[in-house]
């Protein structure tokens, strides 16, 4: 015979399990109503392109009427150039703007969400408002071999300018290698080009007399004037300077509609 405390145990469990199967068993009804008509929380939403300004009052509309009607909760418009002819509504204009507006109002009506890239094309952070100084930079540079001992006074070679802008940033100066050294996939390590280097890769090392150690590397900080003019006193030896600077790299936003393009914005500041 089972001891009276153990039927208490046992019978508590049972009366358990079936109030456990009774909650269940309500909420399936509930379960199956939200698969068939889910909440507005549930919604998906849609990317929305916009085709170089080929936007209507009138297809606005239909269009955010057909997606309320399948379900749709909310749209992300983005406005790109893939080819298609000039539409009416140039990006970013006065006819556009009153164009989104319809947009908001029309969503609201329905019950419809709506974001927008930050710009036109897929990049999301780029137009014509990004000035050169706040695009995305490039370091670049000359090199000016001399022969010392003697006084340098003379314009440092201007590196190559994008968009018409460009900063200095140093001129080093150091002592010139013998013969010239190559470095093992240096143009993808300088990000010259698009390149994977696994963790493991390993590179042959440059031969030392083609090295230059970095206490030989020489600052010339405050002796380039705002014209390129450089005043040192070169000691004697064959030496290389470097007048380094940053310039855009004339990157754009795209695919997008010309109103809306112009650089991107430099996303390292």
Known sequence: MM??????????????????????????????????????????????FWLNGNITSNGITADLEAMQRVGVGGVLIMEVDQGAPKGPAAFGQPGW????KHVTGEARRLGLEVNMNNDAGWCGSGGPW??????MQKVVWTETNVQGPMHFSATLAQPKAVANFYQDIVVLAFPTPEGKASIDGIQGKAAFTPTFIPP????????????????????????????????WDVPAGKWTLLRLGHTPTGKDNHPAPEPGRGLECDKLS
């Open 130 to 135: 990004i000035t050169p100084d706040l695009a």
């Open 3 to 48: 001891k009276p405390n153990l039927k208490a145990i046992l019978l508590s469990s049972l009366l358990l399990s079936l109030a456990c199967l009774s909650q269940a068993a309500d909420r399936f009804p509930t379960l199956e109503r939200g698969f068939a008509q889910p909440p507005a929380s549930a919604r998906p939403w849609v990317y929305w």
């Open 97 to 100: 703007r009153e164009l989104f």
């Open 200 to 231: 493991q890769a390993s590179f042959a090392s440059v031969p030392a007399e083609q090295a230059v150690a970095r206490n030989r590397v020489t600052a010339l900080q405050g002796r380039l004037d705002a014209t390129g003019r450089l005043d």
